[in-house]
């Protein structure tokens, strides 16, 4: 089964598609972190598992923080509790910060093993 999609900063839409290519599910998600609305920051598909990243923005700490959490490939939604992955100290006067990362090419140090151990 193939699994695809299209996101904008707060929802991600994800499909799968059997051999065919032909639609199998849509899902919507909308990742929250205490009840608030998160933005979509990426995607990505390591080792069995798909994993979604986005980012919040606490104002009270004056911090933008990078969360990942575990989509469920069965049922297309977002499983278990997001997972802070880092955090950055921002100045009000400017941006609210990003992050840029990306995946290690070294299995000991992708995501697949990183995240399960924060």
């Given amino acids: 089964m193939f699994t695809g999609g299209l996101a904008t900063k707060s929802i991600v839409i994800i499909e799968s598609y059997d051999k065919n290519l032909a ?3 849509q899902k919507e998600l909308e990742p929250k972190v205490d009840g608030d609305k998160a933005e979509y920051d990426d995607l990505f598909y390591l080792g069995d598992q798909l994993y979604e990243f986005f980012t919040l923005v606490d104002k009270k700490s004056d911090e933008t923080n990078l969360y990942y959490q575990i989509i469920d490939k069965k049922t297309l939604l977002l ?12 100045d009000r006067k400017r941006d609210q910060g990003y992050f840029e990362y990306d995946i290690s090419k070294d299995k000991k140090n992708d995501c697949h093993h990183w995240c399960s151990s924060l």
């Fill in 79 to 90: 499983s278990g509790t997001p997972k802070k992955v880092a955090s950055i100290s921002y």
């Fill in 23 to 25: 639609l199998h599910e």
